[in-house]
Every structure is written in C-alpha cells, then in structure tokens.
C-alpha cells in the first residue's frame, strides 16, 4: 500500500489507541490528536503507564489493558518509548502503527518502524491524523500539502 492508502485504512478503523497521551494536556500533542479521535465518533483508549486518567477519561498502562483490542495504535511517545509501544503491538496482533512526525523527528523511531515492518505491521511513518481526519482545521491541510510538495509524506 502507498501512504495514502495506509492513511485510509488507519482511518477507517474504529478502536484505536493514542500511545503517549499526557497528564498536561497543555504540553502533548496526544491530547488534541486523542480528543479530535473522540470527537469524531471513535473508541479510543488513551495510553500512559504513569496517568490514571487523560480528559477526565480512564487511562491505561499498556495496549493489553484496554477492554477491546485497538484496531491501530498512533504513537505519540518520545522516540525512546517508540520502540517498546511497536513490542506491544506485535505482541497484542494489532496490525496497524502511525508514528507523529511533522517538523523534526516527532516520536519517530526507525529501529521500532522497523521493528514493525518486518512484524508485518501497516507502518505510517510520517504525519498527523489531524491533516487526514474529517473537518480537519485549514492549519494542518498546509501542513498536509506541503509535506507531500517536499516528499515528506511516504
């Protein structure tokens, strides 16, 4: 599959995971990206080892926590962390993993992208749902365009 069709198939599915939400919803990317997921109509379970709760929502430790198995996972851990989060995927057959990653590195981790790959994961190595996902906000459609302009989105 190309970018485009793993970005679809990513979206397409209905219980998804946000790996890396934060207890300061000010400072984390995984917050917004966790609430538009909510907002449009999906089952997402934020992820966090060190949080009770995100958005006044139960948190979970780990993927295996969750009451359903997450359909994909959009990580938006320190790069660091990636790696055990791909683990996690692969131990628990979730079949899908976007990496946050616009400007800089983001939580981008070749070794944990490859990690998935060779497990046979759709692996999304660049991007933000929030340029993807329905009544996406005029900021992050530029960010969109011109990451595909440059071929930063593969």
Not at 90 to 114: K, L, T
Request: hydrophobic residues 40%; aromatic residues 12%.
């Amino acid at each position: 599959m190309n970018y485009e069709e793993r970005v679809r198939d990513f979206l397409n599915q209905k219980v998804i995971a946000i790996a890396g939400v934060s207890r300061n919803p000010k400072t984390e990317v995984g917050n917004a990206i966790y609430k538009k997921f909510k907002d449009a109509g999906y089952t997402v379970y934020p992820i966090n080892p060190f949080a009770e709760s995100i958005e006044g929502d139960k948190c979970y430790p780990s993927l295996s926590s969750t009451p359903e198995k997450a359909d994909a996972v959009f990580i938006t851990t320190n790069p660091s962390a990636s790696i055990e989060v791909v683990k996690q995927c692969v131990d628990n057959g979730i079949q899908r993993i976007w990496f946050h990653r616009s400007i800089g590195v983001g939580s981008f981790s070749e070794a944990a992208a490859r990690l998935g790959e060779e497990n046979g994961l759709s692996v999304i190595r660049a991007g933000c749902p929030m340029m993807f996902i329905k009544d996406a906000d005029f900021g992050h459609k530029m960010m969109a365009f011109f990451m595909r302009l440059f071929g930063k989105l593969k």
